[in-house]
Every structure is written in structure tokens, then in C-alpha cells.
């Protein structure tokens, strides 16, 4: 298991539930939309470090968060 800083944990919880809220849903909403339970829609609120990657994916795309992946290898990776 990958060892990810606490605070990474936090700052995701909270971009999750600013965008959640700004569009104005509610957790079984975003739940539902993402074919995910609710409890792992709080348990990603909550900051929890044991978050499955595939309901983290699902949770993000129903709110329309993207990821960007950088590294100092990407450059060549891409090419």
C-alpha cells in the first residue's frame, strides 16, 4: 500500500464536497450518479485514507473533476 500524506486525504474530502455542494446535490444524489453507496461517499467526505480507486474515479467524473498526472518521467512517457 501506497503511504499518501493525511493532508491529501483532507484536501480531496474537501474538493469533493465543495463541488458536491455547489452543484447542489446531496450525498445519495452524488451516490446514485456514480453507482457508488453513500457510505462511500462519506467515507470520502470524512477524509477516510481507504477509499477504493474505482469509487474515487466514479465520484469525480459525476462532478466533473479531471486529474492530471505529472511526474519528471511524463515528457518522455508521452512521446
Not at 53 to 72: A, E, Q, S
Request: charge should be positive; avoid cysteine; hydrophobic fraction near 45%.
Amino acid at each position: 500500500m501506497i503511504d499518501f500524506p493525511q493532508n491529501m486525504y483532507e484536501d480531496l474530502a474537501k474538493m469533493v464536497v465543495w463541488h458536491r455542494k455547489r452543484g447542489k446535490i446531496t450525498q445519495q444524489m452524488l451516490a446514485d450518479l456514480a453507482g457508488v453507496s453513500r457510505t462511500a461517499v462519506q467515507r470520502l467526505e470524512s477524509g477516510a485514507a481507504f477509499v477504493q480507486v474505482d469509487t474515487l474515479w466514479k465520484i469525480l467524473k459525476v462532478l466533473n473533476i479531471k486529474t492530471n498526472y505529472t511526474g519528471p518521467l511524463m515528457d518522455l512517457y508521452h512521446k
